[in-house]
Each structure stands twice: as structure tokens, then as C-alpha cells.
């Protein structure tokens, strides 16, 4: 049960990638692609958390040295943005 519901989420945010590919192209900046598709995530009625801190657990020390997860989906799915020229 529980892989088809993880499948359903990742068709869904797979479909979501492809619309924005589609529709803006290679090569703009990755934050323009966040933005476009966080906003198709949530369109379709996902939830999106943009930009979410990430600490690092070194030997049972919380380190906060800066990561951010571009997109978080459902809680569960992490989405890390690259984009190229072509």
C-alpha cells in the first residue's frame, strides 16, 4: 500500500517537473524553477515547503551550517533544483 502511494506522489511531482520543463526550457536560473514549480505542486494540491532548513547531526550535536532543501513535498519528498544551459 505504501509504494503505491509513494508512486502516485512521485508520478505526480515527476509530472509536475516535465509541465515546467516544458514549458520554460533549458537554461534560466534554478530559483525560477523553484518558484514555477512549487507553484504546480501546489496547484495540484501538494504540500510545498520552499527553501526549508536542513541542520547537519554530527555526534549527537545539532550544527546549523547553512543547508536548505530547495522544495519539500509532503513532508517526505526532497527536491534539490539544478539547471543548465542547455
Not at 10 to 16: F, P, R, S
Not at 49 to 76: A, M, S, T, W
Amino acid at each position: 500500500m505504501t509504494e503505491l502511494i509513494e508512486k502516485e506522489l512521485t508520478d505526480k511531482i515527476l509530472n509536475c517537473a516535465f509541465k515546467v520543463h516544458t514549458n520554460l526550457g533549458p537554461g534560466l536560473l534554478e530559483k525560477t524553477y523553484e518558484e514555477c514549480f512549487a507553484y504546480e505542486l501546489q496547484k495540484i494540491g501538494l504540500l510545498v515547503e520552499k527553501q526549508k532548513e536542513l541542520p547537519l547531526i554530527y555526534c549527537e550535536v545539532k550544527l546549523e551550517v547553512g543547508y536548505r532543501i530547495d522544495l519539500l513535498v509532503e513532508k517526505r519528498v526532497i527536491i534539490e533544483i539544478k539547471s543548465v544551459r542547455h
